[in-house]
Nanobody, 115 residues
């Protein structure tokens, strides 16, 4: 059974930073591309970033390019998302996922950007 647990969210001022973590179990983490997706209040689930199984290639939605960094540690079955230069519009529940649609995702961690 796929099990994903996110952590690291919180309340931060505009321009601030956070690092999200996601621990994975129940599947061969090191063999899968992994994703971060988010859902803002009243909006649809949105793909944010993904990273190939070997960690060598990363991809980002245009709105976070240059501000967010996805990474992984396959030895620890852990996925990360470093968020910098946060904007109010980054406020959302952030999920790590095993698929781009977010069908297999964790319970999420809330990121709130507010002054």
């Amino acid at each position: 059974e796929v099990h994903l647990v996110e952590s690291g969210g919180g309340l931060v001022q505009p321009g601030g930073s956070l690092t999200l973590s996601c621990t994975a179990s129940g599947f061969f983490f090191e063999l899968h591309t992994m994703y971060w997706v988010r859902q803002a209040p009243g909006k649809r689930l949105e793909w944010v970033a993904d990273i190939t199984a070997d960690g060598l290639r990363t991809y980002y939605v245009d709105t976070v390019q240059g501000r967010f960094t996805i990474s992984r540690d396959n030895a620890k079955n852990t996925l990360y998302l470093q968020l910098t230069k946060l904007k109010i519009e980054d406020t959302a529940m952030y999920y790590c996922a095993k698929d781009i649609a977010g069908v297999n995702r964790g319970q999420g961690t809330q990121v709130t950007v507010s002054s």
